[in-house]
Protein backbone atom coordinates (compact mmCIF):
# COMPACT_ATOMS: atom_id res chain seq x y z
CA UNK A 1 0.00 0.00 0.00
CA UNK A 2 3.01 2.42 0.82
CA UNK A 3 4.39 1.76 -2.80
CA UNK A 4 0.81 2.79 -4.50
CA UNK A 5 0.79 6.31 -2.20
CA UNK A 6 4.15 6.70 -3.46
CA UNK A 7 3.60 6.17 -6.85
CA UNK A 8 0.54 8.94 -6.79
CA UNK A 9 2.34 10.99 -5.51
CA UNK A 10 5.25 10.86 -8.30
CA UNK A 11 2.76 10.94 -10.33
CA UNK A 12 1.93 14.65 -9.44
CA UNK A 13 5.67 15.25 -11.16
CA UNK A 14 5.93 12.67 -13.99
CA UNK A 15 4.03 12.54 -16.95
CA UNK A 16 4.10 9.23 -18.00
CA UNK A 17 2.80 8.08 -14.50
CA UNK A 18 0.16 10.19 -14.32
CA UNK A 19 -1.20 9.23 -17.23
CA UNK A 20 -1.28 5.68 -16.11
CA UNK A 21 -2.93 6.88 -13.01
CA UNK A 22 -5.91 8.48 -15.36
CA UNK A 23 -5.92 5.02 -17.32
CA UNK A 24 -6.24 2.81 -14.14
CA UNK A 25 -8.85 5.16 -13.32
CA UNK A 26 -10.99 5.28 -16.04
CA UNK A 27 -10.77 1.08 -16.60
CA UNK A 28 -11.98 1.05 -13.01
CA UNK A 29 -14.77 3.37 -13.91
CA UNK A 30 -15.69 1.33 -16.61
CA UNK A 31 -15.44 -1.64 -15.23
CA UNK A 32 -17.76 -0.53 -12.36
CA UNK A 33 -20.28 1.00 -14.43
CA UNK A 34 -20.89 -2.21 -16.69
CA UNK A 35 -21.10 -4.73 -13.53
CA UNK A 36 -23.79 -1.94 -12.33
CA UNK A 37 -25.67 -1.92 -15.62
CA UNK A 38 -25.04 -5.76 -15.37
CA UNK A 39 -26.82 -6.23 -12.34
CA UNK A 40 -29.31 -3.99 -12.11
CA UNK A 41 -30.64 -5.46 -15.71
CA UNK A 42 -30.17 -8.89 -15.29
CA UNK A 43 -33.68 -9.64 -13.25
CA UNK A 44 -36.02 -7.56 -15.31
CA UNK A 45 -38.22 -9.47 -17.90
CA UNK A 46 -37.72 -8.40 -21.38
CA UNK A 47 -40.82 -6.42 -22.92
CA UNK A 48 -42.90 -7.61 -25.51
CA UNK A 49 -41.54 -6.82 -29.31
CA UNK A 50 -43.14 -4.57 -31.06
CA UNK A 51 -44.97 -1.12 -30.28
CA UNK A 52 -48.49 -0.18 -28.65
CA UNK A 53 -51.14 1.18 -30.75
CA UNK A 54 -54.46 2.08 -30.72
CA UNK A 55 -56.95 -0.24 -32.85
CA UNK A 56 -60.29 0.26 -33.80
CA UNK A 57 -62.98 -2.05 -34.26
CA UNK A 58 -64.98 -1.42 -37.76
CA UNK A 59 -68.62 -2.56 -36.75
CA UNK A 60 -68.95 -1.32 -32.97
CA UNK A 61 -66.24 1.30 -32.92
CA UNK A 62 -64.58 -0.61 -29.78
CA UNK A 63 -60.87 1.43 -29.11
CA UNK A 64 -58.24 -1.52 -27.35
CA UNK A 65 -54.61 -1.14 -26.49
CA UNK A 66 -52.77 -3.97 -28.57
CA UNK A 67 -48.79 -5.02 -29.29
CA UNK A 68 -48.28 -4.61 -33.25
CA UNK A 69 -45.11 -6.05 -34.95
CA UNK A 70 -46.58 -5.53 -38.27
CA UNK A 71 -49.99 -4.24 -39.04
CA UNK A 72 -50.11 -5.40 -42.69
CA UNK A 73 -48.87 -9.09 -41.63
CA UNK A 74 -51.23 -9.39 -38.34
CA UNK A 75 -54.50 -9.68 -37.33
CA UNK A 76 -56.49 -8.13 -34.89
CA UNK A 77 -59.77 -9.38 -33.55
CA UNK A 78 -62.27 -6.79 -31.48
CA UNK A 79 -62.69 -8.76 -28.19
CA UNK A 80 -66.81 -7.71 -28.00
CA UNK A 81 -67.79 -8.49 -31.59
CA UNK A 82 -64.38 -10.35 -33.03
CA UNK A 83 -63.92 -8.35 -35.78
CA UNK A 84 -61.16 -7.27 -37.55
CA UNK A 85 -59.38 -4.06 -35.85
CA UNK A 86 -57.71 -1.07 -37.74
CA UNK A 87 -55.71 2.06 -36.75
CA UNK A 88 -57.63 4.26 -34.85
CA UNK A 89 -57.06 8.02 -36.75
CA UNK A 90 -58.38 10.97 -34.24
CA UNK A 91 -59.09 14.45 -36.10
CA UNK A 92 -57.57 17.52 -35.25
CA UNK A 93 -59.97 19.86 -35.87
CA UNK A 94 -63.44 17.72 -35.01
CA UNK A 95 -61.91 15.28 -32.44
CA UNK A 96 -63.54 12.57 -33.92
CA UNK A 97 -62.10 9.65 -34.08
CA UNK A 98 -62.25 6.64 -37.15
CA UNK A 99 -60.77 3.70 -38.02
CA UNK A 100 -58.33 3.48 -40.85
CA UNK A 101 -57.05 0.62 -43.05
CA UNK A 102 -54.23 0.68 -46.05
CA UNK A 103 -54.60 -2.74 -46.48
CA UNK A 104 -57.12 -2.83 -49.03
CA UNK A 105 -55.57 -0.27 -51.33
CA UNK A 106 -53.13 -1.23 -54.68
CA UNK A 107 -51.23 0.72 -57.10
CA UNK A 108 -51.01 0.07 -60.46
CA UNK A 109 -47.07 -0.06 -61.64
CA UNK A 110 -47.96 3.38 -63.82
CA UNK A 111 -48.45 5.08 -60.51
CA UNK A 112 -45.92 7.41 -59.46
CA UNK A 113 -45.10 8.60 -56.18
CA UNK A 114 -47.04 11.68 -56.09
CA UNK A 115 -50.50 9.91 -57.24
CA UNK A 116 -49.88 7.23 -54.59
CA UNK A 117 -49.34 10.28 -51.69
CA UNK A 118 -52.93 11.93 -53.06
CA UNK A 119 -54.29 8.42 -52.56
CA UNK A 120 -53.33 7.66 -48.80
CA UNK A 121 -53.64 11.33 -48.13
CA UNK A 122 -57.27 10.92 -49.28
CA UNK A 123 -58.06 7.78 -47.28
CA UNK A 124 -57.17 9.66 -44.12
CA UNK A 125 -59.23 12.41 -44.54
CA UNK A 126 -61.67 12.88 -41.40
CA UNK A 127 -64.93 11.14 -42.39
CA UNK A 128 -66.94 13.77 -40.68
CA UNK A 129 -65.29 17.19 -41.38
CA UNK A 130 -62.63 16.13 -44.26
CA UNK A 131 -60.18 17.53 -42.80
CA UNK A 132 -56.66 15.97 -43.42
CA UNK A 133 -55.39 17.26 -40.17
CA UNK A 134 -55.66 13.48 -38.63
CA UNK A 135 -53.25 11.64 -36.73
CA UNK A 136 -52.77 7.99 -35.01
CA UNK A 137 -54.56 8.29 -31.39
CA UNK A 138 -52.05 7.62 -28.55
CA UNK A 139 -52.46 4.38 -25.87
CA UNK A 140 -51.97 7.37 -23.46
CA UNK A 141 -55.34 8.95 -24.39
CA UNK A 142 -57.29 5.85 -24.44
CA UNK A 143 -55.53 5.08 -20.77
CA UNK A 144 -56.23 8.46 -19.28
CA UNK A 145 -59.65 8.70 -20.78
CA UNK A 146 -60.28 5.16 -19.28
CA UNK A 147 -58.36 6.63 -15.78
CA UNK A 148 -57.05 3.10 -15.46
CA UNK A 149 -53.44 1.65 -15.15
CA UNK A 150 -51.74 0.15 -18.45
CA UNK A 151 -53.76 -3.08 -19.70
CA UNK A 152 -53.03 -3.80 -23.09
CA UNK A 153 -53.32 -7.41 -25.32
CA UNK A 154 -50.79 -9.10 -26.74
Not at 40 to 57: A, F, H, I, T
Not at 104 to 125: A, D, P
Amino acid sequence: MPDVIEFLKESRYNRKKRKTVLLIGVAVLLVLIFLIRLVSCGEKELPVEGSERVLMCFSCDNREIVKVKDMHKETHLCSKCHAKLSRCLKCGDCEFEFPFSDTGVTFSSGTNKTQKFNRLNELRKCPKCGSVNTHMLSPAVIEQRNGKKKQHRN
